[in-house]
């Protein structure tokens, strides 16, 4: 039991010391940053000029679907970092495993390409 302490102590120690210095550099510019509001800080900002319009206006649903989309072939990278580097180890199983979710994949994309939901008008 003993092993496992001296094992994580150092993470624990490190833990301690990030927390420390984070909050003490966060208090310390809190306190040294004058805290005087006027008419331009408290305004609205968008991309450098005055904002025109309700900031809950409706979006395009196509922001939507090109940011599930983004996120889908984001998580199938992820998933084929790790599964190139073990393929050498891997069983059969596990390399038609991940043919199997890269075809899946495909088809899901050229579907989403033939509908028309990667084209911006």
């Known amino acids: ?3 496992i302490y001296n094992n994580y102590s150092s993470i624990l ?5 990030s927390t420390f210095l984070s909050s003490l550099i966060f ?3 809190y306190i040294l940053t004058p805290q005087k509001s006027d008419q331009e800080k408290v305004s609205a900002y968008e991309c450098g000029f005055n ?3 309700d900031a809950r206006a409706t979006f395009d649903v196509r922001f939507y679907l090109v940011a ?3 996120l889908i072939f984001d998580l ?3 998933f084929l970092f790790p599964w190139s580097l073990v ?4 069983p059969i199983f596990g390399f038609w495993s991940m043919i199997i979710f890269l ?11 033939f509908k028309g939901a990667l084209e911006w008008e």
């Open 76 to 78: 199938e990278i992820s």
């Open 51 to 53: 904002p025109f319009d």
């Open 27 to 29: 208090f310390i510019s």
């Open 103 to 113: 075809l899946i994949l495909t088809v899901g994309f050229i579907y989403e390409w």
């Open 68 to 70: 599930i989309l983004f």
């Open 1 to 3: 039991m003993n092993i």
């Open 87 to 90: 393929l050498g180890d891997l």
């Open 13 to 17: 120690i490190f833990l301690l010391i």
